[in-house]
């Protein structure tokens, strides 16, 4: 068994990544396991809360929506997904890796992938940082006189 | 008096297919692809997001290009698939200060901790028409290769990619940038945010019908759905003395935001992804009480997208409309919730606005009539006063 603080990581890559990423991670893996679909897909949405202030009291900023998906695999491991969007294809998809990735072994295929795909998205993200970083204001003062 | 109440249905179906047309317009020019307009069309969709109240780009796009262009018609398609939607909950407070930096600037500090960014913004250009995106198709380079799937990116990097290629020794930024209010508030000069008791869960509009005085959590989710265009006309009329207040942008901030979510099922937060969102912390003029040294004041703004402009008019009128909590008179449109609430949302606005050119055959038959029968009771008594006249001569 995993911690929750793995798992979270997991779904958090998870939940950036394209349909596509998945099933190719999935694809790596062999072939996909029978699996019971608790949950079907379902699109929803979760009111997205913000702080007056950035820290203060609670308000409700607007609505975002969501796909979550629950699956069980034979072995008895649940599955879940939740992730921005509507892509229910992908949800199903997330949710069966999740399930997987419950009990498989630290260097099995399936958290290599997840390793991988969590190091594209830090690189996305260093990326767009650089760009922005490049943006950054040098001021210099100009000194009159002697 | 006989007025019809049914047809028009065969008229009704002959339009759908007319706007449809309309919608399209010169077929020789090629189709938006909604993709095209989430990606080039970034800023309207995040427009149609706010006021619309629900962040998805994909429906932005797809609202945009069914209502021709049209934000508030797009908004309201927005408003309305989201009532078609179950809620599954409410996510977990965001965390600004975690954004993942990309425009960050700030009127009052010039040298703050992680720096000005300036990221993408207009705020430097010409306002002069850049006619080379005219020249179709040549300009349609600069797909980054980096995002997958993505249509066109082995054309673009034939043809060069017209991006930005940040330098490698240029350094991320750092992660965490500080809010530059909590850097005032540091120091105790500026005015307090902190959650009330038991941080509680706030009002929900959409749920509850909203009463007065309106809470400023209830203020806050109006005006974030409230008509970009309105907010800042009302923002622009604070600033020139109707309301009082000329403040600094303490800082605005454009990023992406993880959102987390706790499933009751799960029991632990999970992370949904990131949405892209603005921020702006104004800092007004002083305040002060006998109990409280003067202090500077805030307003604040949060929105969808990269929407500066909606955040900062958001956080003049929040600033405006405190003014109940910090004793000031209550004197213009800007500084009165009810008038504030009650007509910053432009899908209402518009309804009630657009509902006059609905039929109104009975109510105007009415009329017709009321106003007959008084110009004939008119007609009647002059009649009967000249007859009076010669009477009265005499």
Known sequence: MTDTATRQQWMAVLARATRGEIDALLQQAGPLPTHEVLKAPETGTVMVEGRAGGAGRRFNLGEATVTRCVVRLDSGAMGFSYALGRDGRKARLAAITDALLQSEIETGPLRRGVFALAQQQQAARELASRKAAATKVDFFTLVRGG | ?394
């Open chain 2, 1 to 394: 008096m006989y007025v019809a109440v049914k047809g028009g249905e065969a008229a009704i179906l002959a339009t759908h297919d007319l706007v449809a047309e309309a919608r399209r317009g010169d077929e020789s020019v090629p189709e938006l692809a909604v993709a095209q307009i989430r990606e080039q069309m970034g800023l309207a969709c995040g427009r149609v997001m706010n006021e619309g109240s629900l962040y998805d780009p994909d429906l932005a796009a797809l609202a945009l290009k069914q209502a021709q262009g049209d934000a508030i018609e797009a908004a309201f398609l927005m408003r309305a698939y989201r009532t078609t939607l179950p809620r599954f909950g409410s996510s977990e407070p965001l965390d600004t200060a975690t954004m993942a930096i990309r425009r960050r600037v700030s009127a009052t500090y010039k040298d703050l901790p992680g720096g000005q960014v300036l990221g993408p913004t207009y705020d430097y250009t010409h306002r002069l028409f850049d006619f080379s995106l005219m020249d179709s198709p040549d300009v349609m380079v600069g797909l980054d290769p980096t995002i997958s799937g993505q249509e066109g990116a082995s054309r673009a990097t034939a043809a060069g990619d017209a991006r930005v290629k940040p330098e490698h020794d240029v350094k991320p930024l750092d992660s965490h940038m500080p809010r530059v209010p909590d850097i005032l508030g540091a120091e105790g000069l500026m005015e307090e945010e902190a959650p009330p008791e038991g941080d509680p869960r706030p009002f929900d509009l959409t749920r509850e019908p909203v009463t007065f005085p309106a809470d400023r959590d209830v203020r806050l989710q109006a005006m974030a759905r409230g008509d970009e265009g309105f907010m800042l006309g009302l923002g622009y009329s604070v600033q020139r003395g109707y309301g009082n207040s000329h403040p600094f942008v303490g800082e605005i901030r454009v990023g992406e935001v993880a959102v987390e979510f706790v499933p009751e099922e799960l029991g632990f937060a999970v992370d949904l992804g990131d949405i892209t969102l603005t921020e702006c912390q104004m800092v007004n003029q002083f305040a002060g009480s006998k109990e409280v040294p003067p202090q500077f004041t805030r307003g604040y703004g949060l929105s969808f997208g990269h929407s500066e402009r909606k955040a900062m008019s958001m956080s003049l009128v929040d600033r405006a409309l405190k003014c109940r909590e910090l004793g000031e008179a209550a004197t213009y449109p800007a500084q009165q919730d009810e008038f504030v609430l009650y007509h910053s949302d432009n899908v209402e606005a518009a309804g009630f606005v657009e509902h006059l050119k609905l039929p109104h055959y009975v109510d105007f038959q009415g009329e017709l009539e009321l106003i007959r029968r008084i110009r004939k009771e008119r007609e009647k008594r002059l009649a009967e006063q000249q007859e009076a006249l010669p009477e009265a001569a005499e």
